[in-house]
């Protein structure tokens, strides 16, 4: 007895997808798949896309530079924010199953069960404005990179243990990745 079940011809299916990198000069790289063969191209942000980031990161340094002025010790602070990458967007896809398995019965009346499963995925478009866009299901704001502090109270070590673990509460990073240093007295 051999049962077998119909699965799409891999042929003729053709998968792209497309996703972004930054390669940490203020560009992105574009990244096409097709089936096996891949390529990229270098692509830059809009201005509006900058701004984005850069307002991102002005937020960040704002509304820690509020948090760490309430901290007793702390005096007067200004603060610099680098982010590791520009976020990520992730886009719905339509999930296909496929499930091919047969079993087989030798002279000496066993049976042998084979099987496999596949799984492809196609991005879901959109129209807008006239054009197809991919439906976005989710967006990861960036991560944050380092931190550098400059407080009054910077020479204490109370204040920058209280600020070290106040950023690493905040943001998730190691403590080698914040600087504390102390503000000149001008």
Same mark, same amino acid.
């Given at each position: 007895?051999?049962?077998?079940?119909?699965?799409?011809?891999?042929?003729?299916?053709?998968?792209?997808?497309?996703?972004?990198?930054?390669?940490?000069?203020?560009?992105?790289?574009?990244?096409?798949?097709?089936?096996? #063969?891949?390529?990229?191209?270098?692509?830059?942000?809009?201005?509006? #896309?900058?701004?984005?980031?850069?307002?991102?990161?002005?937020?960040?340094?704002?509304?820690?530079?509020?948090?760490?002025?309430?901290?007793? $010790?702390?005096?007067?602070?200004?603060?610099?924010?680098?982010? #590791?990458?520009?976020?990520?967007?992730?886009?719905?896809?339509?999930?296909?199953?496929?499930?091919?398995?047969?079993?087989?019965?030798?002279?000496?009346?066993?049976?042998?069960?084979? $099987?496999?499963?596949?799984?492809?995925?196609?991005?879901?478009?959109?129209?807008?404005? $006239?054009?197809?866009?991919?439906?976005?299901?989710?967006?990861?704001?960036?991560?944050?990179?380092?931190?550098?502090?400059?407080?009054?109270?910077? $020479?204490?070590?109370?204040?920058?243990?209280?600020?070290?673990?106040?950023?690493?509460?905040?943001?998730?990073?190691?403590?080698?990745?914040?600087?504390?240093?102390?503000?000149?007295?001008?």
């Amino acid at each position: 007895m051999v049962i077998v079940w119909p699965v799409p011809d891999k042929k003729s299916e053709t998968k792209q997808e497309m996703s972004y990198l930054s390669d940490g000069a203020n560009g992105m790289l574009d990244i096409t798949a097709n089936n096996k #063969e891949m390529s990229t191209k270098k692509v830059f942000p809009t201005s509006s #896309e900058q701004e984005q980031w850069g307002s991102y990161t002005e937020f960040l340094e704002s509304t820690l530079e509020e948090v760490l002025l309430t901290m007793e $010790g702390a005096g007067k602070v200004k603060v610099m924010i680098t982010l #590791e990458d520009s976020g990520e967007t992730v886009v719905e896809k339509d999930i296909t199953t496929g499930l091919d398995s047969s079993t087989q019965v030798d002279a000496d009346g066993a049976s042998h069960n084979t $099987g496999s499963n596949e799984k492809t995925g196609e991005t879901v478009y959109v129209n807008g404005d $006239g054009e197809s866009v991919p439906y976005v299901r989710q967006v990861l704001s960036p991560k944050v990179k380092g931190v550098l502090v400059s407080a009054q109270g910077g $020479g204490n070590q109370t204040v920058n243990k209280n600020i070290t673990e106040a950023i690493q509460a905040l943001f998730g990073i190691e403590a080698h990745k914040i600087k504390i240093i102390k503000m000149s007295s001008e």
